[in-house]
């Protein structure tokens, strides 16, 4: 593995169906970070990890959950899938560090393309 | 509020051409900011601005970060069909590391 890794790739899912994408980086990363993209509005962040065992909510967390067991992975469930969350999702990384010594940079993983019916 | 605001929305270009892509900021505490090229897929980090007149260069990209007026521009000269992409800035919004995304600008090179 090289970076950050998204599965699926594509998924199309029935309304009210439970959805977990996964995103894996083997960068040692200590934050990570899952955005949703949509036509006109961008990439706005639904969830955050600084660290194993700690996550936040971004601008736009409703219906969405994740959790952080470990410093490589960082999952991402839909809990009951309705249209409005077909998107295409996004997983990053970043060098983040609260402590300092830090890098704003974040480095996406190839996306998954959710349509939800 | 933190804003993040990109002009153009889209343009398009011919080959050769010269494309001044420009991000206007308001940001509580200013960090950085960030310019990604995202093509079908993934955004790609190209650039990561912290100190005012400083230009950063990649071939034929350039970006420079001005502080006092609040915004940054991003330069790709003797465009190529491969530089058609939509490209993004971004700021960090607080001491968390999340970033603020602009909503992109368009960018088509025609042959």
């Known amino acids: 593995i090289a970076g950050i890794t998204q599965a699926p790739t594509s998924q199309i899912l029935a309304a009210g169906r439970r959805m977990t994408l996964r995103c894996t980086q083997d960068m040692r990363h200590n934050a990570m970070y899952w955005y949703r993209q949509d036509l006109g509005l961008g990439l706005r962040l639904i969830h955050y990890s600084n660290t194993a065992g700690t996550t936040g ?54 996306g998954t393309r959710l349509t939800v019916l | 509020e933190d804003k993040v605001v990109q002009s153009p929305l889209s343009l398009v270009v011919h080959e050769g051409d010269t494309v001044t892509l420009n991000c206007s900021y308001e940001v509580t505490n200013f960090r950085s900011l960030l310019w990604y090229k995202q093509e079908k897929k993934a955004p790609t980090f190209l650039f990561m601005l912290t100190s005012s007149g400083i230009e950063k260069k990649s071939g034929r990209l350039s970006s420079i970060l001005d502080k006092k007026e609040l915004f940054s521009i991003l330069n790709i000269t003797a465009t190529q ?28 090179v025609t042959p």
Do not use: H, M
């Open chain 1, 57 to 110: 909510k971004g601008e736009v967390p409703d219906g969405y959950s994740v959790s952080r067991a470990n410093t490589d992975d960082f999952p991402l469930t839909l809990a009951s899938a309705v249209p409005s969350e077909t998107s295409v999702y996004f997983c990053a990384s970043s060098d983040f560090r609260l402590a300092g010594g830090f890098s704003d940079t974040q480095y996406f993983g190839p």
């Open chain 2, 81 to 108: 069909t491969g530089d058609s992409a939509v490209y993004l800035c971004a700021i960090p919004t607080d001491s968390w590391g999340k970033l603020q995304f602009g909503a992109g600008t368009q960018v088509v």
